[in-house]
């Protein structure tokens, strides 16, 4: 089986190339989702966060993700905190879910991993590709696409590495900064050179 790590920047469209890989027929697994169910009321995860940051960080029964992420992003001591807690489950998700698409002999699993050279776990996979678009496109998306504030956005941006060093980093580059069928091309183009086809 082979394992591809797809990475991007904040805004670079990751969600939208990772959908196109899957109408293509890819097995995708998404860390976001891994994070976000690592911390879902009554999980170890859940009570690790309200340990570590207070009740204050509750909202409705459930982790209040925006103020939350509204420290990690301004806050480096803070973001650590919260990876320390979130990203072992990430992992232990990701790899029950691989061993599992093993075991129905799926032979390429994609995981979407956000901070994948962040983290250094560019060694866990056969390849990465990295969907892309220039700093001020992600930008414009967050402030446009997502209504976030253009200081928020900035500090979003600035709290990963910045996507021309993962531009050099990665085996495959999806630009992700022109047209949905530019994009698509490209995604049918990058999964038929991983899959022999």
């Known amino acids: 089986m082979k394992l591809i790590g797809l990475t991007g920047g904040v805004g670079s469209g990751k969600s939208t190339v990772a959908e196109m890989f899957r109408e293509l027929g890819a097995e995708v697994l998404d860390a976001d989702k891994a994070a976000h169910a690592a911390y879902e009321p009554g999980s170890p995860g859940f009570d ?12 409705d029964g459930r982790i209040d993700r925006q103020k939350l992420g509204q420290l990690v992003f301004n806050d480096p001591d803070a973001r650590q905190r919260l990876n320390a807690i979130v990203h072992p ?17 799926v032979p390429i699993v994609i995981q979407d991993v956000p901070l994948l050279f962040e983290n250094s776990l560019e060694h866990l996979f056969n390849s990465i590709v990295l969907v892309y678009a220039p700093e001020e496109v992600q930008l414009e998306r967050l402030i446009k696409g997502r209504g976030v504030d253009a200081a928020r956005a900035r500090a979003m941006i600035a709290a990963q590495m910045s996507i021309e060093k993962k531009r050099e980093l990665a085996h495959h580059v999806i630009d992700n900064s022109g047209t949905v069928e530019q994009t698509r091309a490209q995604v049918e183009e990058v999964w038929a050179q991983m899959s022999g086809r």
């Open 48 to 59: 690790a966060v309200v340990k570590e940051f207070g009740q204050g960080y509750v909202r």
């Open 89 to 105: 489950l990430v992992r232990e998700w990701m790899v029950e879910r691989t061993a599992e698409a093993a075991r129905r002999g």
